[in-house]
Each structure stands twice: as C-alpha cells, then as structure tokens.
C-alpha cells in the first residue's frame, strides 16, 4: 500500500484520518521532529501537514517551518496543509511555499480521498516523466533506470570520444546495436556513417567480399568493383555484429585491418587505407572459443580493448515496466491506436517473466497486443503471459522469502560469470558442493551442467 504521512497533534484527527483513508498506509507525526523523522524513514510521496503544531499550535510558524523542512528534504513531496476554517492567509502562504494543495477543517472524508488520491497520481506521473527522462540517457533509444543499465551508459560515456576498439557482450535480444549506434552518436564521428553488419547472417563465402568490397571479374557475377563494408563506413563506425561467427578463415584478415587499418578488396592487389571506429558484438564466450581454438587469441584480444556487459532484461528489475511503457507509446503512434497503459497483473507477469528473448521477445509480445488488445488496458493474457499470483501475495514466509532471495542472487551471480559454475560461486563467496547443493535444493536443473563434476561451464542458452 501507498504509504501517507498525516502530521497532526490531535488523536482525533489522527483516528479519523486511520479509518477514512484506508486505501493508504497512514504513519503519524505530532510534531515537527517526529514528521522529519517519518519522512526520512518511510520518504512518503504525499503528506497532509496540519499548521498548527505544537510548541505554538494557535501559531502556523511551526507548521510552516515543518513544511519548508520536508521540501528541503524532497522537493517532489506532495504536502496537504489543513488549516482552520478561517485561516485562509496562512494557507496561501503555505503554498507559495510549495504545498501541494490545502484544505479547510472540518474534515470531510470524501472529499479529502479525492484530493490525497490527486496528489498520489500526479506524484507517479512526475516520478514516471523522471525516470523516463533519466533512462533516455543522452541516447534516446537506450531506455532504463536500473543500476546495471546506468553503469553501462556511464561506460557508453567514457568510451564514447575515443578511438577504443570496444567488444559489446550480451544474450541475443538486449540491444547490443542500440548499445553500438550510442557510442557512435556521442563520439565525434556522429555526423559520418555508422554501418552494421552481421556476420552470422550472411553466408561464409560471401562475408569477405561484403566486408572488404571487390574488384571487378573477382569472381563471376563480379560485372563491377563494389565497395565493402568497411569502406562505406570510412570516416565513421562499423559494427561487426556477432563476431564469434566470423570464419577461422576470414580472422586472419580482419586482425590485419584492425591493426594496420587498410584493406585489400577480394581480387585487388592495392592497399586502401580507412578511417573507421570499430566496436564488435557477439553473444558467445570468446575466451571459450579461444581456448578451443575455434576463435584466434590475437584478435580476441584486438577487439575487446574493452568490453562492455550488457545486461539481460531480467536482470533490470522495473526497468521492464518503463521500457514496456516507452514502446507502447511508439507502437500506439504507428498502429495508431489509443491504449492507455497495463493492467496490474500484466505488470506482475511482465516482472514475473524470465524473457529468454529480452528487449526483442518485449518488443514482439507487446507490437501483437496492441493490435489485438480488446481494452484500453493491456491485460497479462493479451501479453501471452501468465500471472504468477503468488509471487505478488504479501503473505510469504520466512522460508518463502529466503528461497526467492537466494534464487535471485544465484541467477544474478551466474550470469555475472558468463555461466562459470566456479566463478558463480567465487562471487557468491560459498565453495562449488555449497553451490551445487542449493541449486539441487531450488531444482534449478537449468544451471547444472549434465556432467557438473567434470564440466563446470553452461551456456547462456539454457538459461533461457
């Protein structure tokens, strides 16, 4: 429940406002002391503030004073005065200062919910624009407010004005695109071309051609020389999407390029010298693939000069709910449709939901129930997800409790480990038997290796 603050010395008022505003948590202060202490304890979003307190309750100095402490501590609080019938001068005063609204005793309860329930929506929506505006970033496509996701726009930041090879690691789905193109638009090649291009999507044969362009009669169907990839993007980015698919062959080449920055286009004997900012993708453990000498170790260590982790989307918490937000407006705009928002137990399932897709799986259940969704609201079953109702009872136990907390922690430690059962429990500071035995304990099948005693690596997909 919304927690509300009622700052009042009366026990009248006090029971009054208890029994009549039950759709809130109402916490109580008698003075100004106390108030400051509740507001730093429970950081209320709306509290109703009488004037008249005490030392000097026929006064409104203390209660003024109290007000102007409590917009120090947060401005964004939502503070009701309540005044005497007749002291309507210290109520305007009181919102000059930076009250929210004031209201005139007696009480009357119905019309008080309605002012409370005003200030606690209008307190969401300019919480909701704050985040909104946060998680924009100086990116307007990276969306989140999540501690994992700032830390990774702080590192965009940093990496962004220099010439850093960078190497973007993340599950399929998280972004590692939008990731590229900000770091392009805030380094000082933003104005020239930023060019993408996947190299598990194009064929093996093919890709050093793309890539590097030809010269006329290279090969047959070769009528003109056409420039490559990394031409086009001369001056500018290029992303290599997916490089733990890049062919054995075709490494040699590459660690050529990124260290000397010239090419030879397929069939062409002259060295073309190019400008180009490189950042790398993949969602495959390259120290894995260099171990098993299916990825060269010299250009591994070319291209991840850096490297940036891009969180899956479970691991983001609320940022789900704002990023669901950010498309449902832009889906609404391009299907031109009205859907004002979600239901509660579509936001339950949508935080409940282990989106082994992440942002994409989002972006595809969301596109399909705007066009399908029969209400303003979208609902958890327009979504295709289930609601787990027990996971939003506050009756948990103790036990419940501690099961999901060490769950959560699990999880969130193996995938800091790239699925390394021996680092996961490095990070969780218990032995690897400790480990296994709470995953056995949980039946999290999905991070047990089939043979764990010998293999202590899982791969990110049976996560999912």
């Not at 429940?1 to 009366?10: E, P, R, S, V, Y």
């Not at 965009?156 to 220099?162: F, L």
């Not at 086009?232 to 990124?258: H, S, V, W, Y």
């Not at 056995?440 to 089939?450: F, N």
Request: charged share 25%; proline share 4%.
């Amino acid at each position: 429940m919304k927690t509300l603050l009622a700052i009042d010395d009366d026990l009248g008022i006090q029971k009054q406002l208890k029994w009549s505003l039950t759709d809130y948590e109402v916490v109580f202060a008698e003075d100004r002391n106390s108030a400051l202490q509740q507001v730093r304890r429970y950081e209320p979003a709306v509290v109703t503030l009488d004037l008249g307190l005490p030392p000097d309750p026929t006064n409104a100095s203390e209660g003024m004073a109290c007000l102007t402490e409590i917009l120090q501590h947060n401005p964004d609080t939502k503070v009701i005065v309540i005044t005497g019938s007749t002291d309507t001068e210290h109520a305007l005063q009181a919102v000059a200062l930076g009250a929210y609204d004031y209201y005139q005793k007696p009480i009357d309860v119905d019309v008080l919910n309605v002012i409370v329930a005003r200030a606690f929506k209008l307190s969401e929506l300019e919480a909701e624009n704050r985040v909104l505006k946060s998680a924009n970033y100086k990116s307007q496509d990276i969306i989140g407010n999540s501690e994992s996701i700032l830390k990774a726009c702080r590192m965009v930041e940093k990496i962004a004005p220099t010439e850093i090879t960078t190497l973007l690691l993340g599950e399929s789905g998280t972004g590692k695109e939008v990731f590229a193109r900000s770091i392009h638009k805030q380094s000082p090649r933003a104005t020239k071309p930023f060019v993408a291009i996947n190299c598990a999507s194009i064929p093996d044969n093919l890709l050093e051609s793309e890539l590097f362009g030809y010269e006329k009669g290279a090969f047959t169907g070769a009528h003109k020389t056409t420039l490559g990839k990394i031409e086009t993007a001369n001056g500018g980015t290029l992303m290599l999407d997916e490089i733990g698919d890049m062919p054995l062959a075709l490494q040699a080449k590459m660690l050529r390029f990124l260290q000397e920055r010239v090419i030879e286009r397929v069939g062409g004997r002259n060295e073309i010298e190019v400008d180009v900012r490189v950042v790398c993708a993949t969602h495959r453990n390259l120290a894995e693939m260099v171990a098993e000498q299916s990825f060269r170790e010299d250009l591994f260590y070319r291209v991840s000069e850096i490297t940036l982790n891009i969180p899956p989307l479970r691991n983001r918490g609320q940022d789900i709910v704002v990023i669901a937000k950010s498309l449902l407006q832009k889906f609404n705009q391009e299907f031109n449709t009205n859907i004002q928002g979600f239901t509660e137990d579509a936001i339950n399932a949508m935080l409940g939901h282990r989106w082994p897709g992440n942002i994409r799986e989002l972006q595809n259940k969301l596109k399909s129930a705007v066009i399908m969704a029969d209400n303003k609201f979208i609902s958890a079953e327009d979504l295709g997800l289930i609601v787990d109702h027990n996971a939003s009872s506050p009756l948990l136990t103790l036990r419940k409790v501690r099961e999901q907390a060490e769950t959560q922690a699990i999880r969130h430690a193996y995938n800091l480990s790239n699925g390394n059962l021996s680092k996961t429990a490095d990070v969780l500071g218990v032995t690897r038997p400790t480990l296994y035995a709470l995953i056995d304990k949980y039946k999290m099948l999905d991070l047990r290796a089939p043979d764990s005693d010998n293999q202590n690596q899982v791969s990110p997909d049976q996560l999912a």
